[in-house]
């Protein structure tokens, strides 16, 4: 109870000193990222929110852009009583934080979401049949080709011989120890037939099948040794200049490699799997939840706020100005997106990670042992056998 | 007794400030790793002396108390060596000493979050410099186990040699040059008069600044965050980043406070050591 009180004295007194509308029922706080490039259509969509809701204010704050910094100040505000009312959550984070109390739940129907959206976006805001967020955007893992060194692979076999063949060849991936090694790792168990369930049962065949094939291809060379150190960016940026055949990456790439010198020459493809059938990409992105705190007066209004948002007017700006992939449906069939309209048949292959309140705790775990059989440390049942162990006792305790 | 009671009431002051910001905090630390504390599971109870017997079987915690020692000991024990050497340089006399004394400051005074990032670059596996020096190329620093701690501990020895001369420098000129003028005319040659002049009245010296660096050392954490965040395979894992990322990572406040409570304790520990081997070198 000290600490609760202690946090949610700090809170007040950080928020105390950058705003004057705490308790303000008349205001309405909305905390998201800054938006790369010109921010001129974003500021339209608020505007509209204003206009046509002139009984209360609007008014924005700019979160960091690094996910772990983000996790880290809603731990702390959302905690600490801060007033935030519509925040911005990592896909990862929404069963968490509707466990810990600090989202709510929206008045919004499992089933209307499910037909209207992607269905890993569906599925990752549904926690016991309840619905907690909304999709604002989506990611999902791509592949990228350099088409006159190779064809898109669809299997894994394929995958190795075109890198190994290819001039330039070699296949980027993120191997650094972070939550990018944990997409990488869930999409190739699911390529071998995997599953990942919020059971969160991890010793698996198809497992030890993955990471045997990631760990050879650190070994073998068929990715460079740079990858047990490289994020998204460090990938793009080795891929852009020209000096890999495959990468697999988020869709934001697709935009900057338009304008290098590789441009025309690169495929976005699905995954491979082992069977050929196109691969599960890992679900990303990022969600608008209405903060628990939120009188009830104030409800309908952070609700509308996130519908507006989240509406199909609002993603195709978003895809249009910022290139971010939608959460509708719809959205992936209209011809003046054509960039969007090239995740047509990848996104709906998407899966979430284990929507479970645990997930940012397995995720340490996993994080740790999936980088040392990356780097060659320690085997595949080797490290899976110290993930389960850890896994259980953090589940069972 | 009114002197002692004047005393007491001057110190006062002092006193009540150092038990508010020093031993409130760590009384607290040590109570709430006691407790099991995780914000997500609201779940906070008393479980006694359940996350210190965790503790001991906890291997991650040990491979942390092993990469924290073992980053103490080389780090500091480099940072010992060149930086006598120039203090030793820095104090012979000659033109532009002011301006070199300076220079050799700048890497001290960059704040670390900067010069890791910048060291990140040179040590990048595609366009590092350090990187295309080596031969093959096809080296990754921060991407290979037992390799990723030292290219840490090269930024750590980079960034704090130059504190370690600059306090070997005043211990140096604190020597009385009689002592030097004696040894020149008994006709000791220079090797001599440094083993047997220099160093002995440099120990006291020494210790304080090897106290200094393994406490800073022991607590280890901006740079390692910004170069490698622990990985690869938590090989650069020291204790506060494992602190951290249970506490403020995961919202396990409990065995974060356990954590933070043995790297304190662990710091105590070479406070101690530091201390006496100070008093010994001293007399």
């Given at each position: 109870m000290e600490r609760r009180e202690v946090l949610r004295w700090l809170g007040a007194a950080t928020l105390a000193s950058c705003s004057r509308t705490r308790g303000d029922e008349r205001s309405l706080v909305f905390l998201h990222q800054p938006l790369w490039g010109d921010v001129a259509p974003f500021a339209a969509l608020l505007d509209e929110f204003r206009r046509t809701h002139p009984d209360i204010t609007l008014i924005t704050r700019t979160a960091p852009s690094a996910s772990d910094a983000l996790h880290q100040y809603l731990l702390t505000t959302l905690e600490g009583g801060g007033d935030l009312d519509v925040v911005v959550v990592d896909t990862i984070w929404v069963a968490e934080f509707a466990r810990a109390g600090w989202i709510a739940e929206l008045p919004v129907s499992p089933d209307e979401i499910r037909r209207e959206l992607v269905t890993a976006a569906a599925e990752s805001v549904i926690v016991d049949g309840r619905v907690w967020a909304l999709p604002w955007w989506i990611d999902v893992g791509v592949l990228y080709t350099r088409t006159d060194v190779a064809d898109p692979p669809r299997t894994f076999d394929e995958l190795m011989i075109a890198a190994r063949r290819g001039s330039p060849g070699g296949y980027l991936f993120q191997g650094r120890q972070y939550e990018g090694l944990v997409c990488n790792v869930y999409e190739t168990i699911w390529g071998f037939g995997g599953a990942s369930d919020a059971?969160?049962?991890?010793?698996?065949r198809e497992a030890r099948a993955a990471l045997s094939f990631l760990a050879a291809l650190v070994r073998e060379g068929?990715?460079?040794?740079?990858?047990?150190?490289?994020?998204e960016e460090e990938c793009r940026r080795t891929f852009q200049s020209g000096r890999a055949a495959l990468m697999r990456n988020w869709p934001y790439a697709w935009a900057e490699l338009?304008?290098?010198?590789i441009a025309g020459k690169v495929a976005m493809t699905a995954l491979p799997s082992y069977g050929g059938s196109p691969g599960n990409g890992c679900l990303g992105g990022w969600h608008l939840a209405m903060s628990a705190r939120v009188p009830k007066a104030k409800q309908p209004f952070a609700t509308a706020l996130i519908r507006h948002l989240t509406s199909e007017a609002s993603q195709a700006v978003l895809a249009r100005a910022f290139g971010r992939a939608p959460a509708r449906r719809a959205l992936y069939r209209r011809d003046d997106l054509p960039a969007t309209r090239l995740l047509e048949g990848i996104v709906e292959h998407a899966r979430p990670r284990p929507?479970?309140?645990?997930y940012p705790r397995v995720s340490d775990v996993l994080q740790g042992e999936f980088s040392a059989v990356v780097s060659g440390i320690r085997t595949p049942s080797d490290a899976l056998s110290r993930v389960q162990k850890q896994i259980d006792r953090l589940v069972g305790a | 007794m009114t002197e002692r009671r004047a005393a007491i009431s001057f110190v006062s002051p002092a006193l009540l400030a150092l038990g508010l910001v020093a031993a409130y905090p760590i009384l607290a630390a040590i109570w709430l790793s006691l407790h099991r504390d995780i914000l997500v599971f609201r779940d906070h109870r008393f479980i006694g002396g359940a996350n210190w017997s965790f503790l001991l079987r906890d291997a991650r915690f040990w491979a942390a108390l092993g990469h924290t020692t073992y980053f103490v000991l080389v780090a500091v024990a480099f940072e010992l060596v060149l930086g006598l050497i120039f203090a030793l340089l820095l104090e012979t006399k000659g033109r532009g000493r002011g301006v070199l004394r300076a220079a050799v400051l700048v890497p001290w005074a960059v704040p670390t979050v900067v010069s890791a990032k910048l060291w990140a670059w040179l040590y990048?596996?595609?366009?590092?410099l350090i990187t295309h020096l080596l031969p093959g190329h096809d080296v990754n620093l921060l991407g290979t186990p037992l390799i990723a701690l030292h290219a840490a501990i090269v930024v750590d020895v980079w960034k704090t040699t130059p504190f370690v001369a600059l306090i070997l420098l005043a211990g140096l000129q604190s020597i009385p040059d009689d002592v030097y003028r004696a040894a020149r005319i008994d006709g000791a040659p220079p090797w001599t008069t440094f083993r047997r002049i220099t160093l002995p009245l440099l120990l006291p010296t020494i210790a304080v600044a090897a106290t200094f660096r393994a406490l800073d050392a022991v607590r280890v954490f901006d740079a390692i965050f910004v170069l490698t965040d622990g990985g690869p395979a938590n090989t650069t894992e020291t204790l506060s980043i494992y602190a951290y990322k249970t506490m403020?990572?995961?919202?396990?406040?409990g065995y974060g406070a356990t954590l933070s409570v043995a790297t304190f304790m662990v710091a105590l520990a070479i406070a101690g050591v530091g201390i006496a081997a100070q008093r010994r070198a001293a007399r």
């Amino acid at each position: 109870m000290e600490r609760r009180e202690v946090l949610r004295w700090l809170g007040a007194a950080t928020l105390a000193s950058c705003s004057r509308t705490r308790g303000d029922e008349r205001s309405l706080v909305f905390l998201h990222q800054p938006l790369w490039g010109d921010v001129a259509p974003f500021a339209a969509l608020l505007d509209e929110f204003r206009r046509t809701h002139p009984d209360i204010t609007l008014i924005t704050r700019t979160a960091p852009s690094a996910s772990d910094a983000l996790h880290q100040y809603l731990l702390t505000t959302l905690e600490g009583g801060g007033d935030l009312d519509v925040v911005v959550v990592d896909t990862i984070w929404v069963a968490e934080f509707a466990r810990a109390g600090w989202i709510a739940e929206l008045p919004v129907s499992p089933d209307e979401i499910r037909r209207e959206l992607v269905t890993a976006a569906a599925e990752s805001v549904i926690v016991d049949g309840r619905v907690w967020a909304l999709p604002w955007w989506i990611d999902v893992g791509v592949l990228y080709t350099r088409t006159d060194v190779a064809d898109p692979p669809r299997t894994f076999d394929e995958l190795m011989i075109a890198a190994r063949r290819g001039s330039p060849g070699g296949y980027l991936f993120q191997g650094r120890q972070y939550e990018g090694l944990v997409c990488n790792v869930y999409e190739t168990i699911w390529g071998f037939g995997g599953a990942s369930d919020a059971h969160l049962v991890l010793n698996t065949r198809e497992a030890r099948a993955a990471l045997s094939f990631l760990a050879a291809l650190v070994r073998e060379g068929v990715s460079p040794r740079a990858v047990t150190s490289a994020g998204e960016e460090e990938c793009r940026r080795t891929f852009q200049s020209g000096r890999a055949a495959l990468m697999r990456n988020w869709p934001y790439a697709w935009a900057e490699l338009q304008h290098s010198a590789i441009a025309g020459k690169v495929a976005m493809t699905a995954l491979p799997s082992y069977g050929g059938s196109p691969g599960n990409g890992c679900l990303g992105g990022w969600h608008l939840a209405m903060s628990a705190r939120v009188p009830k007066a104030k409800q309908p209004f952070a609700t509308a706020l996130i519908r507006h948002l989240t509406s199909e007017a609002s993603q195709a700006v978003l895809a249009r100005a910022f290139g971010r992939a939608p959460a509708r449906r719809a959205l992936y069939r209209r011809d003046d997106l054509p960039a969007t309209r090239l995740l047509e048949g990848i996104v709906e292959h998407a899966r979430p990670r284990p929507v479970s309140p645990w997930y940012p705790r397995v995720s340490d775990v996993l994080q740790g042992e999936f980088s040392a059989v990356v780097s060659g440390i320690r085997t595949p049942s080797d490290a899976l056998s110290r993930v389960q162990k850890q896994i259980d006792r953090l589940v069972g305790a | 007794m009114t002197e002692r009671r004047a005393a007491i009431s001057f110190v006062s002051p002092a006193l009540l400030a150092l038990g508010l910001v020093a031993a409130y905090p760590i009384l607290a630390a040590i109570w709430l790793s006691l407790h099991r504390d995780i914000l997500v599971f609201r779940d906070h109870r008393f479980i006694g002396g359940a996350n210190w017997s965790f503790l001991l079987r906890d291997a991650r915690f040990w491979a942390a108390l092993g990469h924290t020692t073992y980053f103490v000991l080389v780090a500091v024990a480099f940072e010992l060596v060149l930086g006598l050497i120039f203090a030793l340089l820095l104090e012979t006399k000659g033109r532009g000493r002011g301006v070199l004394r300076a220079a050799v400051l700048v890497p001290w005074a960059v704040p670390t979050v900067v010069s890791a990032k910048l060291w990140a670059w040179l040590y990048d596996p595609d366009h590092g410099l350090i990187t295309h020096l080596l031969p093959g190329h096809d080296v990754n620093l921060l991407g290979t186990p037992l390799i990723a701690l030292h290219a840490a501990i090269v930024v750590d020895v980079w960034k704090t040699t130059p504190f370690v001369a600059l306090i070997l420098l005043a211990g140096l000129q604190s020597i009385p040059d009689d002592v030097y003028r004696a040894a020149r005319i008994d006709g000791a040659p220079p090797w001599t008069t440094f083993r047997r002049i220099t160093l002995p009245l440099l120990l006291p010296t020494i210790a304080v600044a090897a106290t200094f660096r393994a406490l800073d050392a022991v607590r280890v954490f901006d740079a390692i965050f910004v170069l490698t965040d622990g990985g690869p395979a938590n090989t650069t894992e020291t204790l506060s980043i494992y602190a951290y990322k249970t506490m403020l990572r995961l919202g396990d406040f409990g065995y974060g406070a356990t954590l933070s409570v043995a790297t304190f304790m662990v710091a105590l520990a070479i406070a101690g050591v530091g201390i006496a081997a100070q008093r010994r070198a001293a007399r």
